[in-house]
Every structure is written in C-alpha cells, then in structure tokens.
C-alpha cells in the first residue's frame, strides 16, 4: 500500500502488464503475482488463511485496494478496508 501511494498511477499499468506479453512489465508483475501466490500457499498450508483464495484473486484485491487508495475521496477509508480484507483472508492458526 505504502508503494502504491508513493507511485501515484501505477496500478493500472500493472494490472493490463500483468495479462500482455509483451509490455515490458510483465515478468515483473508475473513474478509479482507468483511471489504472492508463493506467500499465500505457505500461509494457507500453515492454516493461517482461508484456502479457497487463490493468488490471482489476491493480486486483484491487492490491486483494487491500491486503486480505491489512489483516489482522494476513498483514501482515508483505505487502511480501514485493508484490515477488513486481512480479517476475511487470515484465520486464527
């Protein structure tokens, strides 16, 4: 989030490199996305979240969370909506 409100914009850019080959982001958003997936396998098998969550679908609420970020008028409203997410993904282990 931090990273996302430094950069102002940047996630639309990830998000369309993300699904086209030959934008000069893709392997970096590809190994972005395989990173997470990475994470959120270790932390699904530990029983620390919810296993029905897959890494896509995390990137896109990481993604969307960082755009509703980059809005003024949502903004304040961002760390409040993060920690719900984190509720919903993470399980007591």
């Given at each position: 989030m931090a990273?996302?409100?430094?950069?102002?914009?940047?996630?639309?850019?990830?998000?369309?490199?993300?699904?086209d080959p030959e934008?000069?982001?893709?392997?970096?958003?590809?190994?972005?996305r395989a990173a997470g997936t990475s994470l959120l396998t270790?932390?699904?098998?530990?029983?620390?979240?919810r296993p029905d969550l897959s890494g896509e679908?995390?990137?896109d609420l990481?993604?969307?969370?960082?755009?509703?970020?980059?809005q003024p008028s949502h903004a304040p409203r961002a760390e409040r909506i993060l920690a719900v997410l984190a509720d919903a993904i993470l399980t007591a282990g």
């Amino acid at each position: 989030m931090a990273f996302t409100h430094q950069h102002r914009g940047i996630i639309a850019p990830l998000m369309s490199a993300i699904d086209d080959p030959e934008s000069a982001l893709h392997s970096a958003c590809v190994a972005l996305r395989a990173a997470g997936t990475s994470l959120l396998t270790r932390a699904q098998q530990a029983g620390l979240a919810r296993p029905d969550l897959s890494g896509e679908e995390l990137f896109d609420l990481i993604a969307a969370l960082a755009r509703l970020r980059e809005q003024p008028s949502h903004a304040p409203r961002a760390e409040r909506i993060l920690a719900v997410l984190a509720d919903a993904i993470l399980t007591a282990g």
